[in-house]
């Protein structure tokens, strides 16, 4: 069964960092492009980063470049979030997504809070 599982969300600090991860499972996974995305509370879910299946090119959300890097491992067919100087206004459920042409996948999402 595909699966897409994060791990690393908790809460911090203002100018803390976190790292999340997301491990594929029942997927191939280094043919596509991974990316994660955030949904705060009321408001839609917007894209922080992407990566490509090689993991040549990166892109990021304005709100997070500079602070955020986004990385792969295809051997552990892990893709890894590492978020620096976070800010309350991070404070979301973070998604790990799976570009996928036949049909995306998405992890289950989970937590992460910044307080001031």
């Known amino acids: 069964q595909a699966q897409l599982a994060e791990s690393g969300g908790g809460l911090v600090q203002s100018g803390e960092s976190l790292r999340l991860s997301c491990a594929a499972s029942?997927?191939?996974?280094?043919?596509?492009?991974m990316a994660w995305y955030r949904q705060a509370p009321g408001k839609q879910r917007e894209l922080v980063a992407r990566?490509?299946?090689?993991?040549?090119?990166?892109n990021y959300a304005d709100s997070v470049k500079g602070r955020f890097t986004i990385s792969r491992d295809n051997a552990s067919v892990t893709v890894y979030l590492q978020m620096n100087t976070l800010k309350p206004e991070d404070t979301a459920v973070y998604f790990c997504?799976?570009?996928?042409?036949?049909?995306?996948?998405w992890g289950q999402g989970i937590q992460v809070t910044v307080s001031s």
């Open positions: 997504y799976m570009d996928r042409p036949g049909g995306a996948y």
């Open positions: 029942g997927i191939t996974f280094n043919i596509y492009a």
């Open positions: 990566i490509t299946r090689g993991g040549t090119v990166t």
